[in-house]
């Protein structure tokens, strides 16, 4: 689990890339415009599985993708025995948010806390 530097807390969903990339000034991610504004060059696009503070209370994992400000584009919650079938569809191809609309990976009910 990923905290905060400043405050020891552990981080939110919305604070992961900047966590893992913007405050230990990983160049290899970073990329910045002409206008100055630092976007991530590395993991918009990509399904990131993270296991936050409500993850641990409720028992599920959180599914990411973030654009490329940091911001979550889109998210959804999934039990850990339902990520079979939620990595092969995502291996075919398949985008995040397919695959929380459609309930793959179980319905709401089978992924509830």
């Given at each position: 689990m990923?905290?905060?530097p400043g405050s020891g807390a552990p981080i939110t969903l919305s604070e992961v890339l900047p966590a893992l990339y913007l405050h230990t000034a990983?160049?290899?991610v970073?990329?910045?415009t002409r206008d100055?504004?630092?976007?991530f060059a590395s993991g918009p696009g990509?399904?990131?599985f993270v296991t936050d503070e409500?993850?641990?209370?409720?028992g599920r994992l959180t599914l990411a993708q973030f654009g490329?400000?940091?911001n979550i584009r889109v998210s959804t919650l999934r039990r850990p025995w339902n990520m079979g079938q939620t990595m092969s569809f995502e291996q075919m191809g398949k985008y995040l948010s397919e695959i929380a609309e459609s309930g793959i990976g179980g319905p709401p009910l089978y992924n509830e806390p």
């Open positions: 990923l905290l905060n990983d160049l290899f970073l990329s910045m100055g504004t630092v976007v990509l399904t990131w409500p993850g641990l209370t409720t490329s400000n940091g």
